[in-house]
């Protein structure tokens, strides 16, 4: 096999292992999907064991005009207070990307609805970190075949 050939199929090689990474991201319904975004449910509890990471979606599902969601900072989630002009999102289904790793605040602002538990505290992890010592569900490293392929290939 001629050197651009060996190249050629290293890179398509590489250009198909690298497909799994990009399905990490997920859709994570705030709650479950029996519970969903309400007052009562303890969202920390529901949260604790779960990884979030930077790409995934979170989707508060709840009836449209009875809550609300509002991205807050540590005091604001602590006191359930929304600072003034914050931006509520209020479709019933209302899709947040996290696109940053950290710490993530939301609340309902509607009436007393945050003071009796309708509030979520993350921790967003950057994909790197979570590909390389995470125990989430996830298709098997891609790495370890590209190095064997690569190696394979590029062997005269």
């Given amino acids: 096999m001629a050197p651009w050939q060996r190249l050629l199929a290293a890179l398509a090689v590489a250009a198909v292992a690298t497909l799994p990474v990009l399905s990490l991201a997920a859709d994570i319904i705030v709650g479950g999907s029996a519970d969903g975004w309400r007052p ?11 990884e979030f990471i930077v790409g995934d ?5 709840y009836p449209a005009g009875l809550h609300n969601v509002i991205a807050v900072d540590h005091e604001a ?4 207070s929304a600072p003034a002009g914050a931006h509520a999102l209020d479709s019933g289904h209302d899709a947040v990307s996290l696109n940053s790793s950290g ?4 609340v309902c602002g509607k009436a007393d609805h945050c003071s009796n ?7 967003v992890m950057p994909l790197v970190t979570v590909y ?3 125990t989430r569900t996830r298709p098997p490293s891609a790495f370890t ?3 064997s392929a690569l190696l394979l290939l590029l062997m005269p």
């Fill in 132 to 134: 390389s010592t995470s």
């Fill in 57 to 61: 979606r979170l989707i508060f599902s």
């Fill in 103 to 106: 710490r993530k605040w939301y």
């Fill in 145 to 147: 075949p590209l190095l």
């Fill in 40 to 50: 009562g449910v303890n969202y920390t509890e529901w949260a604790e064991g779960m």
């Fill in 77 to 80: 989630f602590h006191s359930c």
């Fill in 117 to 123: 538990g309708q509030k979520l505290l993350i921790d």
